[in-house]
């Protein structure tokens, strides 16, 4: 019998319809992906499923028994544990703290058994193989990536008999992405449920044994992941048939250099970047996380700082703040990599997050043409599809999709010509993506250029003109044309590619 | 104006618990709703309210200005002796005041926004510094009394309706443009909320944090003055009500101590129920000690009613509740 079987539900949040009569069921040793476009419900399902969440109709069986958690520690007595899209960690704690947290072991006096929490620490990291992350590092000072392991850590350190990763592989470079998948399988193995939810239909394919598609809140279908072709999948998620993902390659650039950047660096992790974007270029930046490509990203936005010359549409550029990189049209705008804490007034509407780093220009005589600043927002939203119930829903509770097109929005509404995008795609969906690659290629072709990189090496492979790859700090390898491959991005960022 | 009292439904309730207060106090004490006594109440407010509009928009950039106090005290004590009693020196007087308070609340952000110093180690220090320096300066002795200038601005009329009212009009106007209407307002909530996501938004964060102390230490200065026109002579010890009152009065209409959020609309209803309260209290024959103990408790439980951790609580109440009447749980 399935452990767990889902029976019409639904949930609503005001006027906003998130889940609408969904139903699910899965078994225990099944790896089983939930897929479906952003905001087709799949977060609030598995936020109601872990306890987070209360839903408004509709019945789950765990167990074959009734089943309604008031939170998550009740859910986790059900033996079921979640690894949610927003990271939920305590900045301030270490690693194993965060790992531990309110499940700390106690010594006979109450207090935390230091040594013993470590000890637990490093066998889970261990059997499972995890990355290597000094346990007792401080969350605050961990990378996207090393916080997105610490998660998962947290997730199965409550030993839960079901355990629901909700995009954990979407802020993870290539090699941990691997891991995880594997990590999953093991679970699986080990006679529990992994319920797996991805944007990443490569992944969805490698672990995947059961395949439940959700659109519009409710569950259009679930399949045996081996009877069923990647082209189903997609029609069933999106409702049509997607042409392509990537976008018809076109040789855009022109001789014209749009940023030229020499001995760029910021030691330890930047040591001498040299290389040129032209105008109308999708430049790729590949290469093993922690390389300096953030660091790289950051600093030529003006938000840490680095030395070197830099160079902006022919003219020599020096900035000490994204504002400054941000005036005018002669600038440089930033898809940041943490959609929480560098993209998002998560509290705020839509309309205000849109417009806010060109709110200026919205300004007359000191007062602001509100009109024109609602017509241009509702422009940009039309045009990168955002699903929001009006501009004024906060921007908290869109889906993390349409949360990162929100911020692919602000970027272009700066009209900043040189756009460096740090994994823009991240959580985003498949019919979204191929939108999004489509624009940039646009975008291109209309003079923009464009720096991408990307932890998903697929995209890096399918949608650069050019690909740099970055080791410790400096430029691997240039490729071009045939060269851009998988297999040479990863050789290039791994080993001496002129020794080779 | 739908949206922003959906998004503001803590200030529709700040004003609907002041119509609740003035009912109340009506029926304790019916003189309250004479004409006499509801001007002197609304002048009573206006101090509060004006010298609160810089601490509304401090609190809203996510920081406090504990300085208040004795830029207000100074304000006044330095207003006196320049005029000496008369009212031409208020010509250059009251600019220079101003640009003073202004000077202090530069030093204040420019301590919090360039120097990382958390607001209320900065905003305690310079009123500290400011009560040592004001003390030495005058010596103790007593000041001239305030130009009837400043009289007439406090607690004058202008056919029936106190000077300093339309001061206080005029002043939340303004307040409103910039908050609701202008770039700087934009700004200012984003650096509330968020001060990194602003940054990367391309907000001047810093000149935005710099600007919320300038405003109150102007404001504050501001209040001095007039307020010395009420008491007619400025004594020590003057603006030291004025910083439980004026966070109370952000609290109270709205705005979350952390910043981010909230609306001067909101602390102009604040500043007019603490007033209203401490004019009902003494109706009501309490010590003036335990005046204190309700005055603060009111307080605390407006305060608490519109925190987040309290909506919270009701709204999982009521999900239990519901849920207990579906049987799907016992007890
Ligand atoms: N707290 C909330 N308030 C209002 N609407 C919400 C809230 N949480 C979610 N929603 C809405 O519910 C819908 C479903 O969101 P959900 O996060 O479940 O989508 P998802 O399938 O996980 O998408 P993604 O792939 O982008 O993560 C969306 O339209 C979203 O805007
Ligand atoms: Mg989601």
Request: a neutral charge; hydrophobic letters at 45%; charged letters at 15%.
């Amino acid at each position: 019998m399935d452990i767990v079987q889902v029976k019409g539900l639904t949930k609503r949040f005001g006027g906003i319809v998130a889940l609408d009569g969904a139903d699910f069921s899965a078994r225990l040793g099944e790896v089983h992906a939930l897929l479906g476009e952003n905001g087709a419900g799949k977060s609030t399902f598995i936020q109601i499923l872990s306890g987070a969440l209360n839903h408004d109709g509709g019945d789950i069986l765990v167990d074959g028994q009734d089943y309604r958690p008031v939170n998550p520690d009740e859910a986790l007595g059900r033996g079921i544990a979640a690894v949610f899209q927003e990271l939920s960690l305590v900045p301030d704690l270490s690693v194993e703290q965060n790992i531990w947290f309110r499940r700390e072991p106690r010594t006979w006096l109450r207090t935390v058994d230091v040594s013993q929490m470590r000890q637990q620490t490093l066998e889970l990291f261990e059997r499972y193989h995890f990355p290597s992350i000094a346990t007792t590092r401080e969350v605050r000072n961990l990378t996207l990536a090393e916080r997105q392991i610490v998660e998962v850590a947290k997730g199965l350190a409550k030993n839960p008999r079901i355990l629901i990763l909700d995009e954990a592989t979407s802020a993870l470079p290539a090699s941990e992405a691997t891991w995880l998948l594997s990590l999953a399988r093991q679970l699986a193995d080990e006679g529990r449920l992994v319920i797996f939810i991805s944007h990443r239909m490569g992944e969805v394919r490698a672990i995947a044994d059961r395949v439940s598609v959700f659109r519009n809140g409710s569950t259009v279908a679930t399949h045996d992941a081996a009877a069923v072709s990647d082209d189903q999948i997609v029609t069933e998620m999106i409702g049509r048939q997607l042409a392509r993902l990537y976008p018809e390659r076109m040789d855009t650039a022109t001789d014209r250099v749009a940023l030229q950047v020499r001995d760029f660096s910021s030691p330890p992790m930047l040591n001498g970047v040299n290389f040129d974007l032209r105008e109308g270029e999708v430049l790729g930046v590949g290469g093993l996380q922690g390389h300096g490509q953030r660091e790289m990203f950051q600093s030529l936005f003006g938000a840490d700082k680095a030395l070197g010359s830099v160079t902006l549409w022919g003219k020599p550029v020096c900035f000490d703040t994204p504002r400054q990189a941000l005036s005018g049209s002669e600038g440089i705008a930033l898809v940041p990599e943490d959609r929480r804490g560098q993209g998002l007034l998560l509290t705020k509407s839509v309309r205000e997050n849109l417009s806010l780093p060109v709110i200026r220009r919205f300004s007359h005589l000191g007062l602001l043409n509100q009109r024109k600043e609602a017509e241009l927002v509702r422009e940009t939203m039309k045009s990168l599809s955002i699903k929001a119930d009006t501009p004024e829903q906060i921007a908290g509770t869109l889906s993390g999709g349409n949360q990162q097109k929100v911020i692919f929005g602000k970027m272009l509404m700066t009209q900043a010509r040189v756009l460096l995008l740090y994994d823009p795609t991240r959580g985003v969906d498949v019919g979204t993506k191929g939108e999004i690659f489509q624009l940039m290629r646009q975008l291109a072709s209309e003079g923009y250029a464009i720096l991408f990189y990307s932890s998903d090496l697929p995209e890096l492979v399918n949608v650069a003109d050019r690909v740099m790859v970055l080791r410790s700090g400096r430029v691997a390898r240039m490729l071009e044309g045939d060269d851009i491959t998988e297999e040479e991005i990863l050789r290039a960022a791994v080993f001496d590619s002129e020794a080779a | 104006m739908n949206t922003f009292l959906s998004r503001n439904r803590l200030i529709v309730l700040a004003y609907i618990g002041m119509l609740l207060l003035v009912l109340i106090t009506a029926f304790f004490s019916p003189g309250f709703l004479s004409a006499s006594n509801l001007r002197s109440t609304f002048i009573l407010a206006s101090f509060v309210g004006i010298v609160a509009l810089g601490q509304t928009f401090v609190i809203i950039g996510g920081g406090i200005d504990l300085s208040i106090p004795w830029v207000l005290n100074s304000a006044a004590v330095l207003m006196t002796l320049l005029c000496a009693g008369q009212d031409l020196p208020l010509i250059w007087v009251v600019p220079l005041l101003l640009a003073g308070g202004g000077l202090i609340g530069l030093l204040n952000g420019a301590g919090v926004a360039l120097l990382g110093v958390p607001p209320i180690i900065m905003t305690l220090a310079a009123n500290v510094i400011l009560q040592g320096l004001i003390l030495v300066f005058t010596g103790g002795t007593p000041t001239p009394a305030a130009p009837d200038m400043i009289k007439f601005l406090s607690v004058g009329r202008i056919s029936g309706i106190p000077v300093i009212a339309l001061i206080w009009t005029a002043l939340t106007v303004l307040a409103w443009l910039l908050l609701s209407k202008s770039a700087f307002g934009r700004h200012l909530y984003a650096v509330g909320t968020n001060v990194t996501v602003a940054r990367y938004s391309g907000v001047p964060t810093t000149r935005t944090t710099i600007l919320t102390y300038v405003i109150s230490g102007m404001t504050a200065a501001l209040g001095g003055i007039l307020l010395t026109g009420y008491s007619g002579v400025a004594y020590l010890g003057m603006g030291d009500s004025y910083l439980f009152t004026t966070v109370a009065a952000v609290a109270i209409g709205g705005a979350p101590i952390l910043g981010g959020s909230g609306h001067y609309i909101g602390t102009v209803a604040g500043a007019l129920v603490l007033t209203i309260l401490t004019g009902l209290l003494p109706a009501l024959n309490l010590s003036s000690g335990a005046l204190l103990v309700v005055y603060g408790a009111v307080i605390l439980l407006t305060v608490s009613i519109g925190s987040e951790t309290f909506s919270e609580m009701w709204a999982s109440a009521s999900n239990r509740r519901k849920r207990i009447k579906e049987g799907t749980e016992n007890g």
